[in-house]
Structures are given as C-alpha cells and as structure tokens.
Nanobody, 120 residues
Framework: VQLVESGGGSVQAGGSLRLFCAASGRSDTYTNIAWFRQAPGKEREFVAVMGWRGSTYYGDNVKGRFTISRDNANRMVYLQMNSLKPEDTAVYYC???????????????WGQGTQVTVSS
C-alpha cells in the first residue's frame, strides 16, 4: 500500500484545514487507515482511525474537533480539522494496516507526512 498525504499548511488558531490521504497499490477488505502526528521533540501521537468497516475512533486530544472520513471509490481518506489550536502543530502522517482488528497500533504502511502549523 502506498500512501500520499496532502493538504497541510499554516493557519491561525480557531481555523480549519483538511488533510488528504491517497492510497494506491494493494487493495484489501481489511484495510484500516489512520492519522498520526508528531510534533518536534515529542512522540508520535494517534489522531484518528477509519476502520475497514467504517468505524471511527479519535484520540482524546482531537475528539469533537477532527473528523475522519473516506471515499472508497477514489481510495481517499480525509481528516477535517476544525477549531485548530497551536498544540495541533505537527507533521501529520497517514498510515495503513491490513487487519480485522481496528486499533491504534501495528501500522506498517506510512506516507511521507504533511506539515500543519497553527499560530496563536
């Protein structure tokens, strides 16, 4: 599975951005797509996942502000980010794993990342 992110950029606090993850290559029923982020000097953090059956889960830091969605026909996954805060500043990565288990670990396909910067 190949993943390519886009849509990052700079925005002021309170603003919105939409990230895009385009998937190509191997297609499997049990493909789960997730978003992670990593800020400078911090560990990688789980953001959201779209499970293979359409279930969604979010990290506590983004619940109520971020929404993950997908377009199966075009093999796209989106991350709508609203009410952005300076602490959301990070490189955002799209990741995939093929598994019947939908959770926040075990992702073995990764995109190159896209920078999101939120200024106060």
């Amino acid at each position: 599975v190949q993943l390519v992110e886009s849509g990052g950029g700079s925005v002021q606090a309170g603003g919105s951005l939409r990230l895009f993850c385009a998937a190509s290559g191997r297609s499997d029923t049990y493909t789960n797509i997730a978003w992670f982020r990593q800020a400078p000097g911090k560990e990688r953090e789980f953001v959201a996942v779209m499970g293979w059956r359409g279930s969604t889960y979010y990290g506590d830091n983004v619940k109520g502000r971020f929404t993950i969605s997908r377009d199966n026909a075009n093999r796209m996954v989106y991350l709508q980010m609203n009410s952005l805060k300076p602490e959301d500043t990070a490189v955002y990565y799209c990741a995939a794993k093929i598994s019947i288990v939908v959770d926040t670990s075990g992702y073995n396909y990764w995109g190159q990342g896209t920078q999101v910067t939120v200024s106060s």
